[in-house]
């Protein structure tokens, strides 16, 4: 018996359907492993992964995602400085930056809004479509020079 589907497919989300590029920075190798994994099962393709400032740097620049994702808490370093260094440097290109953290949001709300990112995730609810939500909500589009899907 071959197993078949009646009705049309669900709706797939746009991270799905484009590959959004992705660039993640934490200090944290297990976080690194787990959320690539996640990502990349969600449709999005994760570019490079960084653990420190000067790996992000470098890698904004060469890689120019789409998204970067940066932990609150980069060991002695703070994300929301590399967040400003991101955006400051014009060699780095690193799309639309998202803060992540296992804590909660209310605890860094004011940062967060002093801040050049366009949102937060928490680290435990990271998923393509908690990106895609975010990205929507700032309305202007995903990658450089395109806009969402339908």
């Given at each position: 018996m071959v197993a078949s589907r009646n009705g049309p497919a669900p709706p797939r989300s746009y991270p799905d359907l484009v590959g959004l590029r992705?660039?993640?920075v934490d200090d944290n190798r297990g976080f690194l492993r787990a959320a690539r994994a996640v990502l990349e099962q969600e449709g999005m393709r994760v570019v490079g992964i960084a653990s420190t400032c000067a790996e992000a740097v470098q890698f904004a620049a060469e890689l120019h995602?789409?998204?970067t994702l940066l932990d609150i808490d980069l060991g002695g370093d703070s994300g929301?400085?590399?967040a400003r260094q991101l955006v400051d440097d014009p060699r780095a290109d690193p799309g639309h930056l998202i803060?992540?953290?296992a804590?909660?949001?209310d605890e860094f709300l004011d940062l967060i809004e002093a801040s050049p990112v366009i949102g937060f995730v928490r680290k435990s609810a990271l998923s393509a479509e908690a990106?895609?939500?975010?990205l929507r909500a700032v309305?202007?589009?995903y990658r450089r020079g395109e806009t969402p899907g339908p």
């Amino acid at each position: 018996m071959v197993a078949s589907r009646n009705g049309p497919a669900p709706p797939r989300s746009y991270p799905d359907l484009v590959g959004l590029r992705c660039l993640i920075v934490d200090d944290n190798r297990g976080f690194l492993r787990a959320a690539r994994a996640v990502l990349e099962q969600e449709g999005m393709r994760v570019v490079g992964i960084a653990s420190t400032c000067a790996e992000a740097v470098q890698f904004a620049a060469e890689l120019h995602p789409d998204v970067t994702l940066l932990d609150i808490d980069l060991g002695g370093d703070s994300g929301f400085d590399l967040a400003r260094q991101l955006v400051d440097d014009p060699r780095a290109d690193p799309g639309h930056l998202i803060m992540v953290s296992a804590y909660s949001e209310d605890e860094f709300l004011d940062l967060i809004e002093a801040s050049p990112v366009i949102g937060f995730v928490r680290k435990s609810a990271l998923s393509a479509e908690a990106i895609d939500q975010l990205l929507r909500a700032v309305g202007d589009g995903y990658r450089r020079g395109e806009t969402p899907g339908p």
